[in-house]
């Protein structure tokens, strides 16, 4: 394995022979970087690098926005395009479920590798808040499905349990940003 620096400054760490005269991430001189020795083992670095659970949230993260944008758009102007766009919204309600689905795995095996366990204090409010996105977002295609998409009070409905999968999708990003200086713990 290379050796490896890390800013005192803002904690990035990259390979020494990458480090010029300033560190990449902050900018702060050369001397900030000291030698580093990671703390994770080649096994665990390498499954996370694969960034698994990052690219499947963002499929969640996109499908819940678009739907939600739909929604009102079909609240706001429900004659203009109603087949097209109640079509593709009907096609993310019904892909969103599963979408969240897999970026709960996916984060059960991260948070596994990451930290070694999921019943951190962090990782337990994440799996609340996804608990709850999964809730909301199968509300939501239930309805559309079951019921239909065209009744203004489903449509109100359906905007407002949407709008509750990007709050829970907020929520979850919040959490996680605050576990980025967590990022490889031993």
């Excluded at 020795?37 to 080649?42: C, F, L, Q």
């Excluded at 994440?126 to 499905?145: M, P």
Aim: charged fraction near 15%; charge should be positive; include cysteine.
């Amino acid at each position: 394995m290379a050796e490896l620096m890390r800013c005192k400054s803002c904690g990035y760490v990259t390979e020494a022979g990458k480090v010029g005269e300033v560190c990449p991430a902050c900018g702060v001189p050369r001397k900030m970087m000291e030698p580093w020795k990671d703390p994770v083992s080649e096994k665990r670095r390498l499954l996370l690098s694969f960034d698994i659970h990052p690219i499947v949230v963002h499929f969640s993260i996109s499908f819940v926005a678009s739907a939600f944008v739909l929604a009102l758009f079909v609240l706001v102007f429900p004659g203009l395009f109603r087949e097209t766009v109640t079509g593709i919204l009907r096609a993310l309600e019904g892909v969103l479920p599963l979408a969240v689905i897999a970026s709960f795995l996916t984060g059960l095996f991260d948070g596994t590798i990451r930290f070694r366990r999921t019943t951190t204090p962090l990782l337990k409010n994440k799996q609340l808040f996804g608990l709850a996105f999964f809730v909301t977002t199968a509300a939501a295609a239930i309805l559309t499905f079951v019921v239909g998409p065209y009744e203004t009070w489903v449509r109100i409905v359906d905007a407002v349990l949407l709008a509750g999968g990007v709050g829970c999708a907020v929520g979850l990003g919040r959490i996680g940003s605050r576990l980025l200086p967590a990022l490889f713990p031993g």
